[in-house]
C-alpha cells in the first residue's frame, strides 16, 4: 500500500459503511423470524447508505468497503420491502382475515382467563 497515495486507504466512513452493511444483513435474517426486530435492519440499512455516499464525498470515489456495505444495505432493504408487500398484500385476503380474527379471538380468551384469574 502506497502511503502517499491516500486514495488506497478506507475512511472510518467507509468502514462504518461496511459494518452497517453487515449488521443490516444479520438482522434482516433475524427479522424474517422474529418480526420485532424489524426496525433495525431498516435503521442500520439506512445508515450505511448514507455513510457509503458521505464515504464518496470525502475521498472522491467509492471505496471497497463503502461499496459492500451499501450493496448488503441495498439487499437487505430490498429483501424487507418485498416481506412487507406480501404481508400486506396477504392480510388484505379474506385468508389473512380469518388469520386476524381467530389470533384476536384467542387474544380475547387468554385475557378473560387472565382477568379470571387475577380476580380483575
Do not use: W
Not at 3 to 9: A, G, R, S, V, Y
Not at 39 to 56: E, R, T
Not at 68 to 91: H, K, R, Y
Amino acid at each position: 500500500m502506497d502511503l502517499q497515495n491516500n486514495t488506497d486507504i478506507p475512511n472510518g466512513f467507509a468502514k462504518t459503511s461496511r459494518i452497517l452493511g453487515f449488521l443490516a444483513v444479520g438482522t434482516g435474517l433475524a427479522s424474517a423470524i422474529l418480526p420485532f426486530f424489524a426496525p433495525l435492519p431498516l435503521m442500520f440499512g439506512m445508515l450505511s447508505l448514507v455513510f457509503g455516499i458521505v464515504s464518496k464525498k470525502q475521498v472522491g470515489h467509492f471505496q471497497n468497503y463503502a461499496i459492500t456495505g451499501m450493496v448488503c444495505s441495498g439487499v437487505t432493504l430490498s429483501f424487507l420491502f418485498i416481506v412487507a408487500t406480501f404481508l400486506i398484500l396477504f392480510f388484505n385476503t379474506a385468508g389473512g382475515q380469518q388469520i386476524i380474527a381467530e389470533y384476536i379471538e384467542q387474544y380475547n380468551k387468554m385475557l378473560e382467563a387472565y382477568n379470571e384469574f387475577y380476580g380483575y
